[in-house]
């Protein structure tokens, strides 16, 4: 691990100086390489846009959303074409959180860089993959067919863009916890007996999480939580495992 400056010393000004520097670089980095993704994914909205309606399209009349203002459609090529530059560029902009993290690390965990950056691509994909794949439909069943056929649901553009954009990041980010409890714990701020002696708060936040984040119902909130259960299960052997890396390092 880096050393760290004592607090108040012109040293200690001088890193924090640094890592907002660093921390500003990187941001630039990432917003570049999403203005990139958007560009090229503009060229096929129409086909994102396809892509994202299909969940909820065999509920809505002639299978189509509606929209209540004129800008309302184009918004949402743009919002959809941003959602698809955060999927595709996923790989660099992991690459940007890593080489962030990467300076307060040993020289020799810096070797795991690749690690990180196709485990964080793989658990943010999964996260997507899963709610849209599995939650969304399930979701939309039972609550669009709630109640019987004669009524007809009438889901405005954008408020279905806004739950699904929101809902497809949370999901995406929620599915990094076990690279997340990793790296923390390779900087020794998280140990094995704080995530085991802490795990029912986990569940009480896990379960708040569920229910605030996803459609309001309970198939729904039950989706999100089981496989967040099963990742903080997850966590607990990964943070285990580099604990007890630590300990033969420093030995």
Not at 155 to 177: D, P
Not at 201 to 222: E, K
Request: hydrophobic share 55%; charged share 15%; with cysteine.
């Amino acid at each position: 691990m880096s050393s760290k400056a004592l607090p108040g010393t012109e040293e200690s000004d001088e890193t924090l100086v640094s890592h907002l520097t660093e921390l500003r670089r990187r941001l630039v980095y990432t917003i570049i390489t999403l203005l990139l993704g958007f560009f090229a994914c503009w060229n096929f909205s129409e086909q994102i846009f396809d892509f994202i309606r299909l969940p909820i399209a065999p509920y809505l009349p002639q299978d189509g959303l509606v929209f209540t203002a004129p800008m309302d459609k184009f918004l949402a090529h743009i919002k959809v074409c941003l959602l698809a530059s955060i999927v595709v560029t996923s790989p660099l902009w992991i690459y940007q959180i890593w080489a962030f993290i990467a300076p307060a690390l040993y020289k020799e965990e810096r070797k795991f860089g690749l690690a990180f950056i196709f485990f964080g691509t793989i658990l943010f994909l999964s996260g997507v993959s899963f709610l849209y794949f599995l939650v969304m439909p399930m979701a939309f069943k039972f609550l669009l067919q709630f109640g019987g056929e004669v009524d007809k649901a009438m889901i405005t553009i954008k408020e279905y863009l806004s739950f699904f954009i929101t809902t497809t990041l949370v999901f995406g980010v929620a599915f990094e916890m076990p690279l997340m409890f990793a790296i923390l714990a390779k900087l020794g701020v998280v140990s094995p007996n704080f995530l085991i002696n802490n795990w029912r708060y986990a569940v009480v936040i896990l379960a708040a999480g569920s229910a605030m984040f996803t459609p309001p119902d309970v198939i729904s909130m039950v989706m999100m939580m089981i496989p967040m259960l099963g990742l903080y299960g997850l966590s607990i052997i990964l943070v285990s495992i580099i604990a007890k890396d630590n300990e033969k390092s420093q030995s």
